[in-house]
Nanobody, 115 residues
Framework: QVHVVESGGGLVQPGGSLRLSCVAS????????MGWYRQAPGKKREQVAVITTGGSTNYADSVKGRFTISRDNAKNTVHLQMNSLKPEDTAVYYC?????????WGQGTQVTVSS
């Protein structure tokens, strides 16, 4: 069963921007905090941003000040606005509930930052 569908990734030059979107099932979206996670080649998956049902946010230090997570309650959608992208932001980006061990992962969306 598909619980989340991510989109919006792509190839962007350093310093550029991308906006990721995640459409979640109504159950996940209404009951849980939502998070964006990423996994770079050869590395463990890490959490980069979290938003509560009330809209409070938290960010990993590596993306603080550059990434913004937001919710669109009318569309059960979570966005991740990524600005000032760096090559080290290259990864597959996933969204999921927080904690992430309740629901299966989606297919993710690839973000590649390269000149």
């Amino acid at each position: 069963q598909v619980h989340v569908v991510e989109s919006g990734g792509g190839l962007v030059q350093p310093g550029g921007s991308l906006r990721l979107s995640c459409v979640a099932s109504a159950t996940i979206y209404s009951m849980y905090r939502m998070g964006w996670y990423r996994q770079a080649p050869g590395k463990k998956r890490e959490q980069v941003a979290v938003i509560t049902t009330g809209g409070s946010t938290n960010y990993a230090d590596s993306v603080k000040g550059r990434f913004t997570i937001s919710r669109d309650n009318a569309k059960n959608t979570v966005h991740l606005q990524m600005n000032s992208l760096k090559p080290e932001d290259t990864a597959v980006y996933y969204c999921n509930a927080v904690p992430s061990n309740i629901y299966a992962w989606g297919q993710g969306t690839q973000v590649t930052v390269s000149s």
